[in-house]
């Protein structure tokens, strides 16, 4: 009998044949642990400079598992624990994963919102490593989507790339910087986690209309815009934002900016226990782009999110949640 789950069992491939890679290529766990995803799809063994003890090794280790045994949250789950160790080891500001919990919330809102659409396009600007936009997409694993990613991290982007080949997702990757010009259609959804700070390319910035009057601007909202300009009419965006993004400075601006091209649907405040301290903390702010047919909900949803470990105060914010979504239908 096999003492580890599916994940740790995965999970220990994954780790035990980028340790071999990191230490055969002279690279990065990260960077070893894209080489072995990568691997692990292709059924082989794609680096002429692997030593033939090294191929042995990795052989042994990719023969136990069969990818086809695991679930899509199963080789999700296992492949961000790697991806976590491997953060750890070589932290980076612009490193950090969505955690599981605020993914599966998404994934659950986008289907209340989407639930009459069998068939629709998702972009996130911001992918990184992808764990947010694959974890909304296995959750919606009955509807036929396209999914479009984003990112200037060369490095989280061949992550993502390696976790879409394993997960079969249907994800187009690009690497750039998503406030300049994005040559892609608009999309019926955005996902994203907002990049949070300042943009330090104010001749790009000047170009929006919630620039900083003076200074850098605040990346967050220049996402934001950019964002709503590449959503079809009608459609619906997920922003998990700062807890202070409506004090923050220029706020006044980006409510003004809403209130031209958006609907707030609803703004859910995270349980602090998400995050490491009050200033990392976040809510998901949902807007819809206007359109002809819009109008703005009768009231916005408005509500704390309780901790995750207290089901009965989750199946009462889940009730509240059902009977606005039915009021605003009507």
């Given at each position: 009998m096999n003492e580890f789950s599916p994940i740790e069992r995965l999970f220990k491939t994954f780790d035990e044949t980028a340790a071999i890679f990191q230490n055969e290529l002279s690279c990065t766990y990260l960077d070893a642990?894209?080489?072995?995803?990568?691997?692990?799809?292709?059924?082989?063994?794609?680096?002429?400079?692997?030593?033939e003890v090294a191929k042995k090794q990795v052989l042994k280790k990719y023969e136990d598992i069969q990818l086809d045994q695991f679930s899509k949250e199963e080789m999700r789950k296992a492949y961000q624990l790697a991806i976590l160790k491997g953060m750890q080891e070589n932290v980076q500001p612009n490193h950090q994963m969505t955690p599981d919990s605020m993914g599966l919330f998404i994934g659950y809102l986008l289907g209340q919102f989407m639930k009459d659409k069998s068939e629709f396009t998702i972009m996130d600007p911001a992918v990184g490593t992808g764990n947010l936009l694959f974890t909304v997409l296995n959750h919606l694993s009955e509807k036929n989507l396209a999914a479009i990613g984003v990112d200037i991290d060369d490095l989280l982007l061949k992550l993502a790339w390696c976790g879409a080949n394993l997960l079969e997702q249907p994800v187009q990757l690009y690497s750039q910087d998503s406030l300049e010009p994005l040559l892609i259609d608009p999309s019926d959804v955005i996902v994203c986690d907002l990049p949070v700070g300042y943009y330090p390319n104010d001749v790009r910035a000047a170009e929006y209309e919630l620039r900083a009057e003076e200074g850098h601007s605040y990346a967050h909202f220049l996402f934001m815009e950019q964002s709503i300009k590449h959503t079809k009419?009608?459609?619906?965006?997920?922003?998990?934002?700062?807890?202070?993004?409506?004090?923050?400075?220029?706020?006044d601006k980006l409510h003004r900016f809403f209130q031209q091209h958006a609907h707030i649907q609803g703004v859910i405040g995270l349980p602090p226990s998400l995050f490491k301290n009050k200033q990392a903390a976040k809510n998901i702010l949902i807007l819809q782009k206007q359109a002809e047919e819009t109008q703005p909900p009768k009231q916005v949803f408005l509500a704390n999110m309780p901790s995750m470990k207290d089901p009965k105060a989750m199946q009462s914010i889940m009730v509240k949640m059902d009977q606005w979504f039915r009021e605003s239908k009507s």
């Open positions: 642990l894209a080489e072995t995803a990568e691997n692990l799809f292709q059924k082989d063994i794609l680096q002429e400079e692997l030593s009419p009608g459609g619906y965006l997920f922003f998990l934002i700062p807890d202070s993004l409506f004090e923050s400075t220029g706020a």
